[in-house]
């Protein structure tokens, strides 16, 4: 079957222009300049028309988490972050016991490969629990260790492609062992709530490592050493070209001038856009407990009870877009480059474009970021928009 999607509002490679996408059998095989033959023909003009999203970054939604929940919550979560235009979504689970780490990569693994999730589980996404207990910011410290290669192994080995990336601590990877296992695994290595220093981020690089998780949120900067300065986690992820680095552009984490440093430094190719939201997006809840640390919902954040740090984000990708338009003053292309193309080629997938030979998963979206229309491979499911939900 062939389907032409006409819009005057096409966002791709951070542009935006006026055109028809050619699809066919659910893959794009052109982009026109104007109006082609087709079997079927889908009218988005005056709407924007982009790649469907990715969330390479994500704790649940909808009051469904990824860790401690089942298969259907794993669905559940997936499909509320759906209706905001996550079209490929990789969930996250925080620093726990291993076994219970352990459930939780059988729950997603299983929603994966279940085939009821319209859009993608890319895979599992292990934010811990090989931390840094002084940047462990809402992360259990209970549970933070240093890398066990017994544990780890076991986990990749029970579940084969199952983990897609890996969230640690360089400085306690002292040997480098740990990173290049994961990318002899093809498992993605990330810095992340890390103190680590020039010093272990260089050695990380040198070992795989090509990415710092949430820049700037439990992130180490600067230190001195009698007198010297060394570089932390912020500093290289600047230096260092060949460190990609995501952001939780929610407008509570990081303020809109420092969004815009980051961008100047870094540039669209190298910042990924994530939500690092919580099970409890998406409902009315005020306070609570999660892996036992208590926090409390207010201003737009889910913060700890002391109110000292924040506890992680209630956005979804949709917020992420309107934060960077209204309040960053970045162009709807280049925001959702961000949360497209740029972590569609930090993860090594097809997905996020809109070129020749990637899966046609479309969104269509109006001005103020509201999802009009949702196509997976070129199939309208866009009924998930007014699909009741059940938390």
């Not at 640690?168 to 680590?196: K, M, N, Q, V, W």
């Not at 050493?225 to 932390?232: N, P, S």
């Not at 930090?346 to 509201?370: M, T, W, Y």
Request: with cysteine; proline share 5%.
């Amino acid at each position: 079957m062939t389907q032409c999607f006409l819009s005057d509002r096409i966002l791709a490679g951070g542009r935006e222009f006026s055109g028809a996408v050619f699809v066919r059998d659910g893959v794009v095989e052109a982009i026109l300049p104007e109006a082609c033959g087709a079997d079927e023909t889908v009218e988005l003009r005056g709407l924007y028309l982009s790649a469907g999203w990715i969330d390479m970054h994500t704790h649940g939604g909808g009051g469904r988490p990824f860790l401690d929940g089942t298969a259907d919550d794993v669905i559940e979560a997936a499909l509320f972050h759906f209706r905001h235009g996550t079209t490929t979504i990789l969930p996250t689970l925080s620093a726990a016991p291993m076994e219970e780490m352990h459930a939780g990569v059988a729950a997603i693994d299983e929603a994966r490969r279940s085939g009821r999730f319209p859009g993608t589980i890319l895979g599992v996404h292990m934010e811990g629990p090989y931390l840094s207990v002084a940047q462990c910011g809402a992360q259990n410290p209970s549970s933070i260790t240093e890398p066990i290669p017994a544990e780890y192994e076991a986990l990749v080995r029970d579940f084969p492609g199952a983990v897609v990336r890996w969230t640690y601590a360089p400085e306690h990877d002292r040997d480098g062992s740990f990173c290049r296992f994961l990318c002899a695994h093809g498992i993605l290595p990330s810095a992340g709530h890390t103190d680590a220093i020039g010093s272990d981020m260089e050695r990380a690089i040198a070992n795989g490592c090509r990415l710092v998780t949430h820049l700037y949120s439990a992130t180490s900067t600067v230190t001195r050493d009698h007198g010297f300065r060394r570089l932390g986690v912020i500093e290289s992820a600047f230096l260092h070209d060949e460190l990609a680095c995501e952001i939780i552009a929610d407008g509570r984490h990081l303020p809109p001038d420092l969004i815009r440093m980051i961008l100047k430094i870094k540039g669209d190719d190298a910042v990924a856009l994530i939500t690092d939201s919580l099970a409890l997006t998406g409902t009315d809840e005020k306070e609570g407990v999660s892996g036992g640390i208590a926090y409390v919902i207010e201003e737009g954040v889910c913060r700890l009870r002391d109110r000292s740090a924040f506890a992680g984000s209630i956005a979804t990708a949709d917020r992420l877009i309107r934060v960077l338009t209204e309040e960053c003053g970045v162009t709807v292309a280049r925001a959702v480059k961000m949360m497209t193309e740029t972590p569609a080629r930090i993860l090594g997938i097809p997905a996020g474009r809109i070129a020749p030979g990637c899966p046609a998963d479309l969104l269509a979206f109006d001005d103020g970021i509201q999802i009009r229309r949702i196509f997976i491979r070129g199939e309208d499911r866009s009924g998930v928009l007014t699909a009741p939900h059940t938390a």
